[in-house]
């Protein structure tokens, strides 16, 4: 472990957000690099929409090494990259930055960390399994492309707004996600969800503070079959109703925090081009600052 103390050799990771005070990305972060004894430390940049340009040049300027993307940035700096990797430009958002040959690469490593849980705990074969999802905004992008990725035949997304939804299924038209993606308002939930294996809320319906909400009713959540997946990409509060109906249900439970926590590790694994990264000591950070049950 480091004493943390900076010096004139320190690297500088980041992220770059507004407002950005809560975000929970120093924590892990900087738990992270402690445990790995580097001499590294990951600092909350607050950077006003309209500096975003003169800011990412000065990051460079100061030898920034990388940095996160948090609203309202992750689809406006995108012209103001040398390079985005194709996932970014799939999902038409990047929320990690690094330096390559002295420019500025973006990826977005969202959908790493919702998949991973996927792919380790939960591993199966997805190749005739439905995922829907609730919801179509920002997350939804990256959660549509993870499912995508692991190889679902369908995949329903369901939306209030009919403008944006179709807004939204016509962004995939030139890629393969098409071919399994429908797009439906919410009154088709009640048909979607007895055929549904995997279910997941990309919607705030539900958070702090409003936390007896859910955005699937009782009668919609009694037709869940058991054994199926809910995944709630909230971490706070820790169940949220959609997954303590889901469980009551008998259906697997995955909270956000194992996304926010595997979409850290893949962003630190690309600033320091290794595998070995702490990731029980990222989670427990992230407990132990959101005062969850550890
Ligand atoms: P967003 O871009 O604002 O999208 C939110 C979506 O939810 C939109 O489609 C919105 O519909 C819909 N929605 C909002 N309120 C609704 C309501 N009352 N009824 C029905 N639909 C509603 O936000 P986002 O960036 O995708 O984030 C969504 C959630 O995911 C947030 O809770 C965020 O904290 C969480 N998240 C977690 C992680 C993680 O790592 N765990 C990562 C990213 C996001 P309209 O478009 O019609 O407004």
């Not at 980041?14 to 445990?35: C, F, K, R, W």
């Not at 930055?97 to 973006?106: A, D, E, I, M, P």
């Not at 997954?243 to 893949?266: F, H, S, T, Y």
Request: with cysteine; hydrophobic share 45%.
């Amino acid at each position: 472990m480091t004493n943390n103390m900076i010096t004139g050799k320190t690297k500088l990771l980041g992220v770059i957000g507004y407002p950005v005070e809560h975000s929970l990305s120093p924590v892990m972060h900087n738990a992270a690099i402690a445990q790995l004894g580097l001499d590294y430390t990951y600092i909350p940049f607050p950077i006003e929409p309209d500096k975003l340009e003169i800011a990412i040049a000065g990051l460079a300027a100061v030898g920034v090494i990388g940095f996160n993307v948090t609203i309202p940035h992750k689809q406006t700096i995108i012209p103001l990259l040398a390079e985005i990797t194709p996932l970014a430009q799939t999902i038409g958002a990047v929320n990690t930055v690094s330096r390559q040959n002295q420019q500025w690469v973006g990826t977005n490593t969202d959908i790493e960390g919702f998949i991973a849980p996927l792919q380790t705990t939960y591993k199966q074969d997805w190749s005739e399994k439905i995922a829907v999802i609730l919801g179509n905004g920002g997350a939804a992008r990256a959660v549509v492309a993870g499912c995508q990725q692991l190889g679902f035949a369908e995949i329903h997304v369901v939306g209030r707004n009919f403008p944006k939804l179709e807004e939204f299924r016509r962004s995939w038209e030139n890629s393969p996600i098409a071919e399994i993606l429908e797009t439906h308002t919410w009154d088709d939930l009640s048909r979607l969800i007895p055929q549904t294996h995997l279910l997941v809320n990309t919607t705030p319906i539900g958070m702090y503070p409003k936390v007896d909400e859910s955005p699937v009713n009782a009668d919609e959540m009694a037709n869940l079959s058991t054994g199926a997946i809910a995944y709630d990409l909230i971490y706070i509060p820790q169940p949220t109703k959609f997954l303590q109906q889901a469980k009551q249900q008998g259906a697997i439970a995955i909270d956000g925090l194992e996304m926010l926590v595997q979409q850290g590790v893949a962003a630190l694994k690309i600033w320091l081009q290794q595998d070995n990264i702490p990731v029980d000591i990222m989670r427990q950070a992230l407990q132990k600052h959101l005062g969850l049950n550890l």
